[in-house]
């Protein structure tokens, strides 16, 4: 059924939005394999480690980080600073992984803000900077100028 899903958005040419939780390195070689890089897309909620964010980002994919970029004991936020500045996405999982200081209650879209604040101040760059960044990058992979 995966095998399926990658081709239909190759025939269609619409982005994938895929969500892997511990298959990380059998989903990239997938999308490897089938040719995803024709449509590219993101990884959302991107949970993997650095060498497998490297791997998505070589295979033509953006990955999307919520709220544990906040969390003390995450890995998700190192993996978020090494991801380049074209291939990165905010986002929330809402109604789960809310950020801190909202963490353990309902997630809700409006927390991005705290993503982004709390992703900006640990990489040294203005919030606004990455806001424009993140929100170009949606823009552009979802084809939202038109």
């Known amino acids: 059924l995966f095998r399926r899903h990658i081709e239909m958005a190759v025939e269609v040419e619409l982005p994938l939005i895929l969500h892997s939780r511990g298959a990380e390195d059998r989903m990239i070689d997938l999308l490897i394999e089938m040719g995803a890089r024709k449509v590219g897309g993101v990884l959302h909620c991107f949970g993997g480690s650095v060498d497998q964010a490297s791997r998505a980002i070589d295979a033509g994919f953006c990955l999307g980080f919520g709220g544990t970029v906040t969390f003390k004991n995450s890995d998700s936020l ?7 500045d074209d291939r990165l996405l905010l986002e929330t999982d809402c109604p789960y992984l809310a950020p801190v200081p909202f963490r353990g209650k309902r997630n ?13 101040s640990s990489m040294s760059i203005p919030f606004e900077t990455l806001a424009e960044r993140t929100t170009s990058n949606a823009v552009r992979l979802f084809g939202l100028e038109a």
Do not use: R
């Open 108 to 120: 809700e879209p409006a927390y991005v803000k705290q993503i982004a604040e709390h992703l900006a």
């Open 78 to 84: 190192q993996v978020a600073m090494s991801v380049p």
